[in-house]
């Protein structure tokens, strides 16, 4: 089972970009599907987007043009490139991974959307 641990977060201005990272231990990591989740306050966690282990990449209507996920095999890494964010993107940002229905999370990385 690998151990997702998220960072690249920060503060940034309306309309600035971020690139968050996910490490994952473990020699299998290849085989996980990989997504991205978010948590702002007050607020229920919310899926940000998915890539599976053949790449495939699916998006949460909200972010759709504007985020895009990848990721680095050999590196055991997933990655969220943030671009033309808003305010509403201001979210603790969580990284899963997902193997035969079973999930294990990062502790997350907070992001901040503010000017």
């Known amino acids: 089972q690998v151990q997702p641990v998220e960072s690249g977060g920060g503060l940034v201005q309306p309309g600035g970009s971020l690139r968050l990272s996910c490490a994952a231990s473990?020699?299998?990591?290849?085989?996980?599907?990989m997504a991205w989740y978010r948590q702002a306050a007050g607020k229920e966690r919310e899926w940000v987007a998915t890539?599976?282990?053949?790449?495939?990449?699916i998006y949460a209507d909200s972010v759709k043009g504007r985020f895009t996920i990848s990721r680095d095999n050999a590196k055991n890494t997933v990655y969220l490139q943030m671009n033309s964010l808003k305010s509403e993107d201001t979210a603790v940002y969580y990284c899963?991974?997902?193997?035969?229905?079973?999930?294990?999370w990062g502790q997350g990385t907070q992001v901040t959307v503010s000017s």
């Open positions: 473990g020699s299998t990591f290849n085989i996980y599907q």
């Open positions: 890539i599976t282990n053949d790449g495939t990449r």
């Open positions: 899963k991974a997902v193997l035969n229905g079973l999930g294990a």
